[in-house]
């Protein structure tokens, strides 16, 4: 599946592949779920793409995507190594009011 190959692509720090299938699947009108976006956004976040990261993280919450706690978190890392503690605040706030779906 979709989601067992983002996985492969997380777990091998694969970030580019990871952002190239996510195009491929929109170009094959394919919406990718949560579990396929949460694995780019840590392919991301893991390579020290924390900028791709959180682009793709608000990608998602634009999109009809649900993100995660896991998608939360590995999103708020992200703010974390790019120096966004702001940013990352907002998420947390975000989490604990319910705004951000969790």
Do not use: Y
């Not at 995507?65 to 120096?83: E, M, Q, R, Y």
């Amino acid at each position: 599946t979709f989601g067992a190959a983002m996985s492969a692509f997380e777990k091998g720090g694969e970030w580019e592949k990871a952002l190239h299938f996510l195009a491929m699947m929109s170009q094959r009108r394919i919406r990718p779920d949560t579990i396929a976006c949460s694995s780019a956004i840590t392919a991301c976040e893991k390579a020290g793409e924390w900028e791709q990261a959180l682009q793709l993280f608000a990608t998602l919450r634009e999109s009809k995507v649900k993100p995660n706690l896991i998608t939360l978190s590995t999103a708020i890392s992200a703010c974390g190594k790019g120096g966004k503690w702001e940013d990352a605040l907002q998420m947390f706030a975000g989490m604990a009011i319910g705004k951000v779906g969790v």
